[in-house]
């Protein structure tokens, strides 16, 4: 019988972790190679140009565009403030029919126009900051961009999830990998903590673990109709991590109720109680990106690492489909053909065939699949 090998999303319990931290526009890094940092810590900051605000000066004071700079009392690059008094006009004898004007924003003059008679106002810059996301030392620094932050520990990846960059506390919340996380799970002092159910999570369930303040919930998997209820929208599956939700959310196998891997479960277990970081970003298509829980310096344990032999793809093999049409179902491998197949696109590709979870046969590129480990 043919064979093939295939990644699977990692569980290990001690591996080396790096990870880029970069600012969107050119900025100051504040740290430097070798630093110890915190997963709150600010490593770089840039600071983004503030909104312009235009203040209507000529129209206001009721003259002509080229007399507004001359009766204007400040120049460019001064400061400015709400409610100061930025101009005004001599009136009739001095007195009768005078015209003042008053900021109505903050910031520093930008322009003072004679075409216009409009002065602009850019107000405060804004200040864009990128944390280390995970504890480390910083191990290369990317000048005016950023750094990376490298550690030692565990890191469980996932298959989906929704929600960005959170830290908490690891509590394992029911006593089996197959047992659902249901509301009466979550007490009223999980806050700050992420959750770890066994098969799945009932919307309920995310209702009262956000309404307590939990930072985070790592599950085997979600009804999609569950998920959708709680975002308000359906997610697809391009890019996720940006979701306006005050917890981050992680299943590990795929969507409906799957038991999480027997090893996945033992690695959270042993990890109970320690601070965690995760993030709920994912990214099906090109640049794949893993949602993923990180534990830095857990301790060494290699009885949780995986048998290379586990991604051996084969007849029998358990899968996990990770493209449309079947994204997140569960099959196994029931034949490896050796011959290359023609797809819609004209492009000739491996594939195998497999049985779904609810009895569907069904044909996929290869590329499409990875392995999911022995339970």
């Known amino acids: 019988m043919a064979s093939a090998y295939t990644p699977g999303l990692t569980v290990s319990g001690d591996i080396v972790v790096r990870r880029t931290r970069r600012l969107p526009i050119k900025g100051d890094v504040l740290v430097q190679v070798g630093d110890t940092v915190l997963p709150d810590q600010i490593v770089a900051r840039a600071m983004l140009p503030g909104p312009l605000q235009t203040l209507k000066l000529a129209e206001r004071l009721g003259v002509e ?19 100061q008094l930025v101009a005004e006009t001599k009136g009739l004898f001095g007195k009768l029919f005078k015209q003042s004007v008053r900021s109505d924003h903050s910031g520093t003059v930008e322009s003072i126009s004679e075409i216009t008679g409009n002065v602009l106002i850019r107000e405060a810059s804004l200040p864009v900051d990128i944390r280390a996301y995970i504890p480390g030392k910083i191990s290369e620094v990317l000048e005016a961009e950023g750094a990376v932050v490298e550690t030692r520990g565990a890191m469980i990846q996932g298959i989906f999830g929704v929600g960005g960059e959170r830290t908490g506390i690891i509590r394992i919340a029911v006593a089996d990998p197959s047992e659902p996380l249901l509301p009466s799970h979550i007490k009223d002092s999980d806050k700050g903590v992420i959750l770890v159910g066994g098969s799945g999570i009932t919307y309920e369930a995310i209702e009262r673990a956000a309404s307590v303040g939990a930072t985070g919930i790592v599950a085997g998997g979600i ?9 308000g929208y359906d997610i697809g599956v391009a890019i996720t991590g940006q979701e306006a ?3 981050t959310i992680i299943v590990t196998e795929g969507f409906g109720f799957l038991a999480i891997a027997q090893r996945t479960f033992a690695l959270l277990k042993s990890l109970e109680g320690m601070e965690a970081s995760l993030n709920g970003a994912t990214q099906i298509r090109a640049g794949v990106i893993r949602p993923e829980i990180i534990v830095s310096k857990p301790g060494t344990n290699a009885s949780l690492e995986p048998d290379p032999e586990e991604f051996e793809l084969k007849s029998g093999s358990p899968i996990r489909i990770i493209r449309e049409p079947y994204f997140g179902k569960i099959g196994v491998v029931t034949d490896l053909p ?20 609810d009895g569907e046969q069904v044909i996929v590129p290869r590329a499409n699949v990875e392995i999911i480990a022995s339970r």
């Open 338 to 357: 050796a011959t290359l197949n023609v797809l819609e696109s004209g492009t000739e590709v491996r594939v195998l065939k497999a049985t779904l979870s």
């Open 245 to 247: 939700i005050p917890l």
């Open 223 to 231: 009804k999609d109709s569950d998920l959708v209820k709680y975002l």
């Open 65 to 83: 565009a080229k007399d507004a700079p001359e009766i204007f009392q400040l120049r460019v690059g001064d400061p400015i403030e709400v409610g």
